[in-house]
């Protein structure tokens, strides 16, 4: 059997459990979220996530961005780093990273028929909780220094809450996933702030008002050191390009209460990611990794720098071509929405974006529209692979309610070439509303021959 037919055997076996990632709005609400089964995996596998100190991320926005971003400056440490994160742009091994390289298919392949007897002697697995037990493994034979480890859904019940951090993160918290999480912030903070360890400290982007309360409210009782981006550390851009942002960070001057020796110097850092909700997650990123080498593994300033020059995470504000103006972004909730467009008028001010969108049924379309439309000249309504992405007639539907030229596509890679086909002047192609459609774009743009003339001119 080749390599490719091997590989695909081994996602088929692994998509043959319970894939809670591909389940529909209704069933997702009453999904046997447990961590029972996780530990019994981990106990099986000789408890492979303790092998190795850890940064746990949890939160709505911003969790992959400060992943990467946490992983690249360790590795800039000169560390041997491990990522999880979830899902995948294009390729399921992407989730598995040591130092930025997805796990090679042939070893995915050779570990999930090593864990076999494991796996099917456990009832109701998830194919979530099997990839998470294959990473803190693969991690672990690879013998790397340090992981940075993202929570899939919520935190308090996701398969990585096996882990005993060196440090929590909580990144911006905002309404997704209401149907597990809870429809009050107060709800969805509590599920995510159930990563919080007692003793462990714990790092928080800004919040609003309520989802700060529960985030101090659990440190306070868990006895854990609390530090928040905005009031620790300060942020600011400097300068802006096309492929980059010069970023000034600032930690506060004041002496914390609870730690006398918190210190540091002001850094100007390169960040290739793009808007000021990325300005946010640097500080986060840096708070985090200043708590990790603390009491982990050394990092210097210099190294610090380095590693958020080169951070690399696709599809977030990426844009694959200048002239004209071509745009993928993940953006899949209201408040991601309302940042996109705030990223979109300061790069590209005074003009409207040709949008092309499509979604989860789960989400908050309204929402997203009502930050998107106002920005938006003509829309292209699409359809990810993906079983639970809408129908983009609905979409169109909506989008005509709001008197929007609209029309439907149904193919994203056929979307995408009508977009440069008819794109105005005044206009950017943008593509949004779900990580499915924009892997799907990521897709077309580098392999689909349509696209060469383009590819050429735009990188």
């Known amino acids: ?165 060196v440090v929590s993160v909580i990144t911006s918290i905002s309404y997704d996933h209401t149907q597990v999480l809870g429809d009050t912030l107060q709800a969805i903070a509590t599920e995510k702030c159930g990563i919080i360890k007692a003793g462990v400290p714990v790092v928080s982007a800004p919040q609003e008002p309520e989802a700060m309360a529960v985030i101090e409210e659990i440190s306070r009782h868990k006895n854990c050191l609390l530090t928040v981006a905005g009031r620790d550390i300060l942020a600011r851009t400097l300068r802006r390009e096309m492929t980059h942002q010069i970023v000034e960070l600032i930690p506060s001057p004041r002496s914390d209460r609870d730690d006398r020796s918190q210190q540091g110097n002001t850094l100007e850092v390169v960040l290739p990611l793009l808007g000021d909700h990325q300005v946010e997650n640097a500080a ?46 993940c953006a899949h909730n209201r408040e991601s929405s309302h940042q996109l467009t705030l990223t979109l008028q300061t790069m590209f001010p005074g003009r409207k974006a040709l949008l092309i969108f499509g979604a989860s049924e789960d989400k908050d379309i309204d929402g997203m529209f009502q930050e998107l439309f106002p920005y938006v000249e003509q829309a292209i309504f699409t359809k990810s692979f993906h079983p639970r992405a809408i129908s983009p007639f609905i979409l169109h539907e909506k989008a005509i309610q709001s008197h929007l030229a609209a029309q439907v596509i149904e193919d994203v890679a056929d979307a995408m070439q009508t977009a440069l086909q008819i794109i105005n002047e005044r206009q950017v192609v943008l593509v949004t509303g779900s990580i499915f459609v924009v892997a799907e774009a990521r897709h077309a743009w580098q392999f689909d021959p349509r696209f060469k003339a383009f590819r050429e001119i735009g990188g």
């Open 1 to 165: 059997m080749d390599d490719q037919t091997a590989y695909q055997k081994t996602l088929d076996y692994l998509y043959s459990f319970v894939d809670y990632s591909l389940t529909k709005a209704d069933r997702l609400a009453q999904a046997n979220f447990d961590l029972s089964r996780m530990f019994e995996l981990m106990h099986r596998l000789d408890s492979p996530q303790k092998a190795y100190p850890i940064i746990h991320i949890a939160g709505t926005k911003g969790k992959g961005s400060v992943t990467a971003m946490c992983s690249s400056i360790l590795q800039a440490g000169g560390y041997r780093v491990g990522m999880y994160t979830s899902p995948h742009l294009e390729d399921y091994t992407e989730r598995i990273q040591v130092d930025g390289a997805p796990i090679p298919h042939r070893d995915l392949i050779e570990l999930v028929e090593r864990i076999k007897v494991h796996i099917e002697a456990i009832p109701h697995l998830t194919t979530f909780e099997i990839t998470t037990a294959l990473a803190f493994l693969y991690f672990k034979e690879k013998a790397v220094d340090a992981a940075v480890i993202e929570v899939g859904l919520g935190g308090r019940l996701d398969a990585t809450n096996v882990v005993l951090p």
């Open 284 to 329: 986060v990123a840096y708070l985090a990794v200043d708590r990790f080498r603390r009491s982990a593994l050394p990092l210097s300033d210099a190294q610090i720098s380095e590693g958020f020059a080169k951070t690399n995470w696709p599809g977030r504000f990426e844009l694959l071509l200048l002239q004209p103006p071509l745009i993928l972004d």
